[in-house]
C-alpha cells in the first residue's frame, strides 16, 4: 500500500483539477454532519463518468487502498469519516439528470443530483421524488445510507423507490442491480442489497428510480394530545382505518418549547402530531369527518386542517427547521442525533423512556418521530468538552438502543450504522452478522471499500463504546 | 455422498412418520404446477419445528445431500423439482399463525400456512395479507418465490411485505433477517436477498409479514377499448393521476373468449379492463368521474362499475378461473404459462408482439396481464407429445423473453427463475451474475440448496434450451 504510487497512478487517467491533496480540501471531505470524528483522507477525487470511477476503484484494488465515497456530507452516523489513510471519491461532478420517464414513473440520475435538484426538474411534468430525510443530500448518498423521511408512512423508504443501480465494485468492475420493470422475481435481490451497503460492497454510480404523480389535493393537519400514550394511539387507529397518511410527525413538549422560541411559532406545548393527507377533495373531506371521530376517541385536545400551500408549507418547515432551532439555542453545544425505530406497540413506552432518560441523565435535548413508522429521534445537545457529559450522552444512547432491540426494533430506522452503530451490530443480528459478513468478504476481499463502517470485522465486534471528539 | 446414511441419520431425531419413502409421496413431491420434469426425490420429510429443521439441514450438509424445500407445490417454473438425488423438506406441518399484532398490523406465521388460512384469521382483526398470486400457495413458498399477483400495483409484491424471516442456513445455522420494525438501515438487507432466493440460501421457517386494515369501501369496475394500445394508454395516465388502482387487469380477446366460453359469461371479447380501487365512498365517487374522463381520451367504448362484493368476487372469480378456463377447454393439452414484466411504456409492444408470434407460430394462447406493473402472461395450451409444437412453443417463450430484455424488463415478474428460466439470467444480468453467484458460493460452498435452481452454476451458464417432458 503506498498512496503516492496510487495518487501518481490516478494522473494517467484523470485530469489534474479532478485530483485535490489540498488540505482544505482533504479536510472538508473528512467530517459529516455528525459528531464522529476520524482521520483526514489523503486526496480527494472528482469523477465524471461511470468509466473514471471504475478506473480509480481498480488503481484502488491494486494499491490496495482504502475508498470512500462522498456525496454532500449530510450523513449522521460518521459514514464518510475516513478511519484510516484512504482515497475520498466526490460524486458531485456526476450531477445530471439523464432520463425522466412520465409514462414509467421513472428517472434515472447521476448520484451526485440532490433530491431538491431533482424535484425541481420532475415537477416541470406533473411528478416527485417521495423520499425527503431533511437534508439536500445527493441521491446517491440517500441510497447508499437507504435513507428515509416524513413521507416513507405513504411512500417507502430509499430502497422501495429503486428500480436499477449501476454500481462499480471493488474490482473496478460495473454491474446493474435491476431493470426497469416495476417488479421482477428473477435472480437474488441485489438492488435492495447494495441499498443501504454504505458503500462497503461498490460505488454507486447511476439510479433508475421511481417517482410519483404530484397528488390533486393535500391536505395538513395538527392534533394536540394530553399524552405522548394518546398521540401514538391515535396513529395506530388511524393506520388501521386505511386513511392515506402522507405524513405523521410526533413532536413533544420541548421539542416545541424549543421551536416556538425560535421559529417565532406559538405552537401549544404539549404532544403534538403534525399531518398530512394526500387524496382528492371529496376523500378528503370525508376523512377527515373520520379522522375527527378517531382522534376524539383519544382524548384529541384540538385538531386543526390547513389547505393552502403557504400555510402547508410553514407547517412543514417548522418540522424541518427543528434540528436549527436546537442547534441555535444552544451555541458551544453540538447536536447528537439518535434514531431508533420500534414496533408501533412499543412506541409511546420508547418515548416515555428517552423522556425519562433524558431528565435522569440530566442532558438537554427534544423528541421527535416519524410516529407513522414506529420510527423517532432524540435530538441531544451536548458539550463536547465536558467529558462526563458526553459519558452520560452515551448511555443515554445505549439505553435507547438496548430498549428498541428488546423490543424487536432496530438501531436504526433511518440515519444507518456508518462508523457510530457498528457496536450495536452483534446485539442487532446475532448469527445473521455472520452472513452479511461473509456477503462482504465474498465482494470485497480486500476489503479496501469503506472499511469501518457498517460491519464490524470478522472477530472485531466488540467495538469501544465512547464518543470520539 | 450416501443417501442410506442420510435417511438413518434422520431418524436420529425425526419421528417415523415425519420421513417417507413412499413411492407415491416422493413423485407427489417431484413435481409443480409447471411442465417442467426432472427427477424424483429420495426422501420426503416433514420437520414439525425449526429445531428439527435445522438437524435436517446439519445432516444434509454432514453428508452432502441436496435439499428441495417444498410448501404446496404450486410454482410455475420447477422450483421443486429435483434435478439430482435429493431429500424434498415439506413444509405443510409447520403450518401455525404464531401472532397476529393489529396495533403493528404485523402477523407472525409458520412457512406452511396458506394465503387463504392467514386471510381467514385476520378477517376477525378486520385485517388482511394483500398478495394473491392466485393458487392458495404457502407463505413460505410464496416468499421464496417473491410472489406477487392482481394487487401488487397497489400494496406491492412479497418482499415488500417481509419485516423478518427465520432462516436455516445449509449448516444447519439459524439466522433472523429482519425485525419487526417498520422501516431499517441496520446492516445489509438479508430480508431482500431470502425474498426471492427459491431456497437456493436456506429454508423459511418463520415469517413476519405486514397486513393492512380492510378498505372501507372497495369498488370494481370493467372498461372495454378498441385496442390494447388503448387500454395500456389508458392505465399510464390513470397511475399518472394518483387514482388509488388496488388491481388493473388486461385481457385480451381470446382470453375473453375462452372465458366466456367456460364460464358461461358474456364480455364483450375486445381489449378488457378489469380494475379495482380501495377508499372511502366519496373519495371514490369523485375518482370515478376523474377516471371516466381519462378513459374517454383513450376511446374506451365502455365503462362499468360494480360496488357489491358479490359482484365484485363474480368479476375476480372470471379472471382467476383464466387459467383453468383453458386447461378445461384443451383436454389432453399441458398449460405453459409465460411471465414477462416490461417498463410500462413497452408493454402494449409487447403485447402486441406476443399476439403476433402466437399467431405466426400457430400456438393456442391467450394473453393477460397486471398491466398496472407491466407484468403480463401468456398462457399456452402445449400437446407435450408433439416435439414439433414444443419446439415452436420454446421459440416464443425465447422470443417473448428476449423483446422484454432488449427493452430494460424482466425474464420474470412474479413466477420466478426455477430451473425455466435460468437459461436467461447471464441474458437478463450480465456481470451481476457473477456477484450473486458469489453470495450464493459464499453461503452455500458445498451447492447443497435447490442445486438447478434460480442461478446457473459458475461456468455453466448456457443451458439446454428444450422443454423437458
Redesign the interface.
Given at each position: 500500500m503506498s498512496v503516492t504510487a496510487f495518487v501518481e497512478s490516478l494522473h494517467e487517467f484523470l485530469q489534474k483539477d479532478q485530483i485535490s491533496e489540498n488540505e482544505t480540501v482533504r479536510e472538508q471531505h473528512s467530517v459529516d454532519e455528525s459528531y464522529h470524528k476520524g482521520s483526514i483522507t489523503q486526496v480527494v477525487v472528482f469523477p465524471r463518468s461511470t468509466e473514471e470511477t471504475s478506473q480509480i476503484l481498480a488503481a484502488a484494488s491494486k494499491h490496495v487502498i482504502p475508498v470512500v465515497p462522498f456525496g454532500l456530507g449530510t450523513s449522521l452516523e460518521g459514514h464518510v469519516v475516513p478511519m484510516q489513510e484512504c482515497v475520498t471519491i466526490d460524486f458531485t461532478e456526476m450531477n445530471a439528470v439523464l432520463e425522466v420517464?412520465?409514462?414509467?414513473?421513472?428517472v434515472k440520475v447521476q448520484p451526485g443530483v440532490t433530491r431538491s435538484q431533482l424535484n425541481k426538474e420532475l415537477k416541470k411534468h406533473?411528478?416527485f421524488f417521495s423520499v425527503d430525510p431533511g437534508a439536500d443530500a445527493t441521491l446517491g448518498g440517500m441510497a447508499a445510507?437507504?435513507?428515509?423521511g416524513t413521507t416513507?408512512v405513504r411512500y417507502?423508504?430509499m430502497?422501495?423507490q429503486v428500480r436499477d443501480l449501476e454500481v462499480v465494485?471493488a474490482s473496478g468492475?460495473?454491474?446493474?442491480?435491476g431493470?426497469?420493470?416495476?417488479?421482477?422475481?428473477?435472480?437474488?435481490?441485489?438492488?435492495?442489497?447494495f441499498?443501504?451497503?454504505e458503500g462497503i460492497?461498490g460505488c454507486i454510480t447511476e439510479l433508475t428510480l421511481k417517482v410519483?404523480?404530484?397528488?390533486?389535493y393535500e391536505m395538513a393537519g395538527r392534533a394536540t394530545f394530553p399524552s405522548v400514550e394518546n398521540a401514538v394511539q391515535a396513529v395506530?387507529s388511524l393506520?388501521?382505518?386505511?386513511i392515506?397518511i402522507a405524513r405523521v410527525e410526533l413532536l413533544d413538549e420541548i421539542s416545541l418549547k424549543q421551536l416556538n422560541h425560535h421559529q417565532k411559532t406559538d405552537y401549544p406545548e404539549i404532544p403534538t402530531l403534525f399531518m398530512e393527507f394526500?387524496?382528492?377533495?371529496?376523500?378528503?373531506?370525508?376523512?377527515v369527518d373520520?379522522m375527527k371521530e378517531i382522534v376524539s376517541m383519544y382524548d384529541c385536545e384540538a385538531i386543526e386542517f390547513v389547505t393552502n400551500n403557504a400555510e402547508r408549507n410553514r407547517l412543514w418547515e417548522a418540522r424541518h427547521n427543528l434540528a436549527y432551532s436546537f442547534i441555535h439555542g444552544y451555541p458551544g453545544r453540538k447536536m447528537m442525533v439518535t434514531d431508533v425505530?420500534?414496533?408501533?406497540?412499543e412506541l409511546a413506552g420508547a418515548v416515555r423512556h428517552a423522556q425519562e432518560q433524558l431528565s435522569e441523565l440530566n442532558l438537554i435535548g427534544g423528541v421527535t418521530g416519524h410516529v407513522?413508522?414506529?420510527?423517532f429521534h432524540v435530538i441531544l445537545m451536548i458539550d463536547l468538552a465536558d467529558e462526563e457529559e458526553k459519558a452520560r450522552a452515551n448511555t443515554f444512547n445505549e439505553s435507547l438502543v438496548a430498549y428498541?432491540l428488546e423490543?424487536?426494533?432496530?438501531?436504526?430506522?433511518?440515519?444507518?450504522?456508518g462508523y457510530g452503530?457498528q457496536k450495536?451490530?452483534e446485539q442487532?443480528?446475532?448469527?445473521?452478522?455472520?452472513?452479511?459478513q461473509?456477503?462482504?468478504?465474498?465482494?470485497d476481499p480486500q476489503g479496501i471499500l469503506n472499511p469501518g463502517k457498517?460491519?464490524p470485522a470478522k472477530g472485531e465486534n466488540v467495538y469501544e463504546s465512547v464518543i470520539k471528539s
Open positions: 420517464s412520465p409514462d414509467d414513473l421513472i406533473g411528478l445510507t437507504n435513507a428515509s416513507s417507502g423508504i430502497r422501495d465494485l468492475e460495473v454491474i446493474h442491480t431493470s426497469k420493470a416495476a417488479k421482477s422475481s428473477a435472480g437474488l435481490h441485489l438492488n435492495g442489497l441499498v443501504g451497503s460492497l410519483y404523480g404530484i397528488p390533486e395506530v393506520l388501521q382505518s386505511g392515506p394526500h387524496g382528492n377533495e371529496a376523500g378528503l373531506a370525508q376523512d373520520f425505530c420500534v414496533p408501533i406497540s407513522g413508522d414506529g420510527n428498541g423490543r424487536n426494533g432496530t438501531s436504526t430506522g433511518e440515519h444507518g450504522v452503530k450495536y451490530m442487532e443480528f446475532g448469527a445473521a452478522l455472520g452472513v452479511m461473509q456477503i462482504k468478504a465474498a465482494l457498517l460491519l
